[in-house]
Each structure stands twice: as C-alpha cells, then as structure tokens.
C-alpha cells in the first residue's frame, strides 16, 4: 500500500480561501464510470482520492491532481487509508468473471470494505448496484450487488445506484457486427425493451449524487433516455456502422460456451447465464414505485458511436 503525502489539512482536505475543499473518494477509477465521476469532480473543483489496484496506474492520476492509494478491495489498510477524512465515497466492486469463484471474492471483499467503512464512519457512501439488486435469488451476477446493498444498508447516509443494461456491454460485438450484419441476441424476445444506460451517465450521476447534500437511505434507479429492444439495437448499430444490421436470437445451449471463449469461469458463466434468463422472463426490472428514478441524456446511437471512435484512437 502507498500512503497518501499528508500535504493536505483538515483529515485531506485542501485549505482554501473560503475553506476546505470536499475531498471524494473514487474506487474503480480507471473504470469508464469512475473515469467519469473523477474527471466531473475535478473539474468542479473538489478533490478526488484514487484508489488504483497497481501502481502503474497511479501516474496519470497524480498528474490531473489526485490524491492515490494503492490496494485493492481486500486490502483493509489501503481502505482505511483511502476513505479516512473524506466527504464521501464512491464504492464499486470488480466482475471478478475470471475467478473461480466470483461470489467468494465478493463476500471477501464486502467484508474488508465494511470493516473500513464502520473504522472511519463515513459523511456518505454512494454504491454502484443493478437493476434488480432488490432480488435475493434468481439474479445471476447481479446477487453480488444485493448482497452489497444488505451490508451497508445500515450506514447513515448511504446511496445504491440502480443502474440499468449499460450500453457498452456492446463494444464487444461491434467488429462481429460490421463484419456480418449479425447482432446475436442472448436477451430475447427481440421486441422486448430493456432499461438501457451509458456509462458516462453513470458517472455522471455518481458525482452529482456525492456533492448533494442529503442523509439516510436511498435507492436511484438510473436508465437512458428510452428503452432499447434487440431489434432497436441492431438499428443503432445499422446507423452507427453504415450497414444493414439484423438482430438474431442466440440460443440458449450456447450461452455458457460463449460466456467461456470469452475468458469466464465456469462459475461465472453459469451466473451470468440465470442473469439473462431473469432478464428474460421479466424477473429482472426495477423496483418502482418505491425508488427514485433518474434519466442519462446520452442514446444508444450516440454511445455506440463513442465506443468505435474510441477503439479506433
């Protein structure tokens, strides 16, 4: 673990004229949504505390200006470190999807990041969940999430951001897609509209969300501006590519084995797996009208075109 240089007063916090500087905590920075929040927060004005996994990492954080600690999730010390004296903190767990257990290396790292958060008692804690982390079976990978809502649920000003599909999930597909005019589908039926989200907005929202001022428990459920079908994103995809595109259904008995040529575990894939089928049958959905709901402004098209400009620098 790398110590942050204690060249800030006040726990951190830099002095300034009219006081101090609200300081912000970023895990998974070098992520598109942590990325975003980080880049927001600086930009307003406030200082931002990086916790990269390596230190190769940290280089370009510091030079924007941030503060760094080294470590990961299970890393107590680096926690404790990292979240000791700030305003609030943004908490996003890994995929772990090349692990061979992806739900013990959550429950592992839920432990230590509770540890940390109860020794430093936090000003307020903004989590990155899912749409349907409201469920307590029946999600696939996105259990990690309600078990993560359920252990911090008690803190005293702690926000869980529901987000919906994000719309990179599709990067992957784009060179398939330009090359066939195939876009496999494992959401199905093709019509079915499904909240959809950017990353961008994501961060977006997180920073936003840690500069309010509010207390206790809240639920935000975060999708873009409309909802997208299979059938919607091949069009997206048609546009963006300049080719005619057309959604296909992939079966089913060729999820796992996909879900492993792209590097998951067998645990992994089997999650992943009763994640689309949840998403399928309607079981996945937000928990409306119980929750607060907020839009991104970012489409699909718009996101899409992103992501190929993006992999073409």
Do not use: C
């Not at 510091?62 to 010390?77: E, H, L």
């Not at 540890?115 to 349907?132: D, F, H, N, Q, Y």
């Not at 928990?287 to 991104?296: D, K, N, S």
């Amino acid at each position: 673990m790398q110590s942050i240089k204690h060249r800030h007063t006040g726990g951190g916090r830099l002095k300034t004229k009219d006081g101090f500087m609200a300081v912000y905590t970023i895990m998974g920075i070098t992520g598109n949504v942590g990325t975003t929040a980080a880049t927001k927060l600086l930009a307003d004005g406030s200082e931002v505390r990086a916790i990269v996994r390596r230190e190769e990492k940290a280089a370009a954080w510091r030079a924007r200006g941030a503060q760094v600690v080294v470590g990961n999730p299970y890393d107590g010390d680096a926690l404790k470190t990292a979240f000791d004296g700030v305003d609030g903190i943004f908490i996003m767990t890994p995929t772990w999807f090349e692990s061979k257990d992806m739900f013990a290396e959550n429950t592992a790292a839920l432990k230590a990041l509770n540890e940390a958060l109860r020794a430093v008692s936090p000003t307020k804690v903004v989590l990155l969940s899912s749409i349907g982390a409201q469920h307590s079976h029946g999600t696939g990978a996105i259990l990690k999430l309600h078990h993560m809502e359920r252990a911090f649920a008690d803190l005293p000003a702690v926000t869980s951001i529901r987000a919906g599909w994000f719309m990179e999930n599709y990067a992957g597909l784009i060179t398939s897609v330009r090359e066939t005019g195939v876009l496999p589908s494992m959401l199905n039926p093709l019509d079915r509209e499904v909240p959809m989200i950017a990353t961008a907005d994501i961060g977006t929202t997180v920073a936003a969300v840690l500069q309010a001022d509010w207390r206790g428990q809240r639920i935000v459920e975060l999708e873009g501006p409309r909802r997208y079908s299979p059938h919607d994103i091949a069009a997206a995809l048609a546009t963006v590519l300049g080719r005619p595109v057309t959604a296909q259904v992939q079966p089913e008995t060729q999820w796992l084995s996909t879900y492993r040529s792209w590097g998951l575990t067998s645990r992994s894939a089997d999650a992943m797996a009763e994640m689309l089928n949840g998403f399928n049958t309607g079981w996945i959905v937000f928990e409306r009208p119980a929750t607060e709901t907020t839009r991104g402004g970012t489409s699909l098209e718009t996101a899409l075109a992103g992501m190929i400009s993006k992999s073409s620098a």
